[in-house]
């Protein structure tokens, strides 16, 4: 598989700017403790966030058209 670097530009752009907005969204307004205290997992929350920026990111690079 080749790398193509518009597409790697593209979800590059795309990662930086939802991390920026789950950031923002889990530090800002939900408050990290209370996901905590909801899920009961430090770890899961943790995973999960990560998924949430990682799997997006993944899906707009194979999305992107050449």
């Not at 080749?2 to 790697?8: A, D, E, P, V």
């Not at 998924?51 to 997006?56: D, F, K, Q």
């Amino acid at each position: 598989m080749k790398l193509k670097k518009r597409k790697i530009k593209n979800a590059a752009i795309f990662g930086l700017c939802w991390f920026a907005l789950l950031v923002l969204l889990v530090d800002g307004i939900l408050k990290f403790q209370t996901l905590v205290d909801y899920l009961g997992s430090y770890a899961l929350v943790e995973i999960s966030l990560i998924l949430l920026v990682i799997l997006p990111t993944v899906a707009v690079y194979f999305l992107t058209k050449e």
